[in-house]
């Protein structure tokens, strides 16, 4: 049975760090990509980066450079880490096994960036 188990999120100040994790079980994980997303409330849910099983990596635009996405094929987790945070950047984070197949996803964890 598949789960992913995202953690880190919670309330920071703009300007503020955030790592959120995603603690995968069920998959073979080192041959999985896998990817974050987001949901702000009203909108639809949008790509934020996603790494592959070899580890290339890719942003959405809107990044910045301010995410970093990795992952601990040992531990079974990919994170993101989130820098210079900013209050447009409150949504729920979702990670996604990325798969044409059987994609799968978490049940999200909140970010809420205050001004």
């Known amino acids: 049975q598949v789960q992913l188990v995202e953690s880190g999120g919670g309330l920071v100040q703009a300007g503020g760090s955030l790592i959120l994790s995603c603690a995968a079980s069920?998959?073979?994980?080192?041959?999985?990509?896998m990817g974050w997303y987001r949901q702000a409330p009203g909108m639809q849910r949008e790509l934020v980066a996603r790494?592959?099983?070899?580890?290339?990596?890719y942003y959405a635009a809107f990044v910045h450079g301010r995410f970093i996405i990795s992952r601990d094929n040992a531990k079974n987790t990919v994170y993101l880490q989130m820098n210079s945070l900013k209050p447009e950047d409150t949504a729920v984070y979702y990670c996604?096994?990325?798969?044409?197949?059987?994609?799968?996803w978490g049940k999200g964890t909140l970010v809420t960036v205050s001004s």
């Open positions: 069920g998959i073979i994980f080192s041959a999985t990509a």
């Open positions: 790494i592959a099983s070899g580890g290339l990596t």
């Open positions: 996604k096994k990325e798969s044409l197949r059987d994609p799968y």
